[in-house]
């Protein structure tokens, strides 16, 4: 069953480096989008209150998910963990911060993996602090504080001075991002071997999402962190697997997309910037084998990105886009938090609060879904975190 909703947007007139994204509203302006509805149950009945969203909703999305475009994972934690700081520097950033390097080992049947976490705990701040884990698609090196200077991309010294805790986790050691059969990486590690694999097993995105998930096993063991205070934020395709993650593990507190585009954020009947086929066909382990059936098809999916926004609640959640972003869609990501909205009103919360995408540089933050559209080109940068962190500092620092 589906609805049809149109959202009336005015064409905002940008000039200059705005122009791209002056077209695209333009075009879209009283379209019409024949959307799956997320308060609509697989047998037709209406979703009247967050109880029938917990107990059957919200499970029927996940597994249309899983089905269809990011595959399931064979194994949540697996029962030989384990943790070691390796590292520890208690004058870390100017005496402001203790810093922390932390392994994460796990083995399956296919042998034994591990997964790097760095992270700073603001020395200022009482214990626990909140925090925020970015899933990283950047070596170590070009990332961490600890090696060279500031980094607009994860600026842990302003996260820190803020008071939370700034972790990162490198994708890398996860799973590889490159098509290898699904031999490498924890894919190699769990998988049971199976030739072919079944059309819904889990790929790339699926295994950095269970990789943020090991690292707040960690966090859960931590005194100096408080693991009931943590968001999980990624970038482009970490975008997507933050998404993703906060969806299937409800422990992190907020879930932040920052530019995350095709089969992130952005609606994909409005094949607007990338579409479903054109990912498919260049990052074709990101997403299991069900996905490709909507290639150029994309309204016979039976689930849209607002829905996966959606997951999210009751718990905030933050989709922010840049104007000179195209490619990623950023009205697509604006509208995907408009129709996302009626879950939060279940729960007697407010979503986004607005049905018109606003100018730049002026952010949605005041309900549970935050959305802001930043002035610039694909990227994540310190006004993107300024705005997070004001988001959180709304939720997480609440008398």
Known sequence: MRFSKTISLTAVVIVGVFVSVGIARGRSENKKMDLPDPLKTLDGKKVTSAEIWRDKRRGEILELFRKNVYGRAPVGRPENLKFEVEDVDNDALGSSATRKLVRVSFQGPGGKGSMRISLYVPNKVKAPSPGFLLISHRAFGRVDPGAKGTNPFWPARAIVARGYVAAVCFAQDIDPDKYDKFKNGVHGIF???DTPRAPDAWATIAAWAWGASRAMDYFETDADIDAKRIAVIGHSRGGKTSLWCGAEDQRFAMVISNNSGCSGAALARRKSGETVARINKVFPHWFCDNYSKFDGKEENLPVDQHMLVALAAPRPVYVASASKDSWADPLGEFLACVHAEGVYRLFGLNGLGAEKMPKPENPLQGGHI??????????????????YMDFADKHFRKK
């Open 191 to 193: 998988d049971k071997g």
């Open 370 to 387: 935050g959305y802001h559209l930043r002035t610039g080109r694909h990227g994540l940068t310190e006004y993107d975190w300024k705005c």
